[in-house]
C-alpha cells in the first residue's frame, strides 16, 4: 500500500474462446475478491494472497454461436451472494442475471432478463423463437439497494439490433432497468426506455 509495490498477481487462463476482451472490475466481500471473464466465468480470489479460491461457468458457456456468454460487468457481493450478469447478445446469447453463493460459486437463483417460455414477458416476444437468440445483455454495473433489499439490473438491447422488424413485440426486458429481489431473484418491477429498439 505504501510502495505500491505488487503484493501479488493472478493471471487466469482462459478455458475457452474469449469473445470481447472486456472487464469492468471487480467485487469485493468478506476477504474475497470476485471477477468475471472473458469466456463466461467467475472467480473467487483470496484478497490477501491471490489464491483462487473457486472457478464456475455459471450458465454453462458455450462458445459455439448462437450460445455466446460473457461476464465484463462488475459483480456486486453482498450478504453471502456474488451478483452477475451475461453479456454477449450481439452474439444471439439469451441474457441473465444471477446470483451465487459467494462461499462455493454455486448458482442460488437465475432470472431469465429474456424470457423463456411459461415466464411473465415471453408473450412480448411475437414470434417465439426469436427470443431464444434474443439479447438483453448486463454491459454495465448493478445497483444495490441494501436496505430494500433490491437489485437494480440496467438491460441492453435485444437482437438483432439493427432488424427489429425481424421480433415484433415489446421484446421484455431489453432496453430496461429490472429491479430484482437480491435474495430470491423474484422481479418486484421493471421500466423499459424503448420497446423494441431499433437503429
Request: glycine share 12%; net charge negative; charged share 20%.
Amino acid at each position: 500500500f505504501r510502495s505500491c509495490s505488487i503484493v501479488w498477481e493472478h493471471v487466469y487462463e482462459p478455458e475457452a474462446n474469449e469473445i470481447q476482451l472486456v472487464n469492468r472490475g471487480l467485487g469485493y466481500a468478506d476477504g474475497r475478491l470476485f471477477r468475471g471473464t472473458p469466456d463466461g466465468r467467475v472467480l473467487a480470489l483470496d484478497a490477501r494472497t491471490g489464491k483462487e479460491l473457486w472457478q464456475v461457468a455459471p450458465a454453462s458457456a458455450d462458445t459455439t454461436l448462437p450460445n455466446i456468454a460473457n461476464i465484463s460487468s462488475a459483480p456486486i457481493a453482498w450478504n453471502g451472494l456474488v451478483f452477475v450478469g451475461l453479456s454477449g447478445g450481439d452474439w444471439g446469447q439469451r441474457g441473465r442475471m444471477l446470483a451465487l453463493n459467494a462461499q462455493t460459486g454455486a448458482v442460488k437463483w437465475h432470472f431469465n432478463l429474456v424470457p423463456e417460455k411459461g415466464e411473465p414477458g415471453y408473450e412480448t416476444w411475437k414470434i417465439p423463437e426469436t427470443a431464444e437468440h434474443g439479447g438483453g445483455s448486463t454491459w454495465s454495473s448493478y445497483t444495490l439497494d441494501p436496505r430494500a433489499g433490491e437489485i437494480f439490473v440496467p438491460v441492453g438491447n435485444a437482437a438483432p439490433m439493427f432488424d427489429p422488424d425481424s421480433r415484433p413485440g415489446d421484446n421484455l426486458y431489453t432496453s430496461s432497468i429490472v429491479v430484482l429481489n437480491a435474495l430470491t431473484g423474484k422481479l418486484n418491477w421493471y421500466y423499459q426506455f424503448l420497446p423494441n429498439e431499433g437503429l
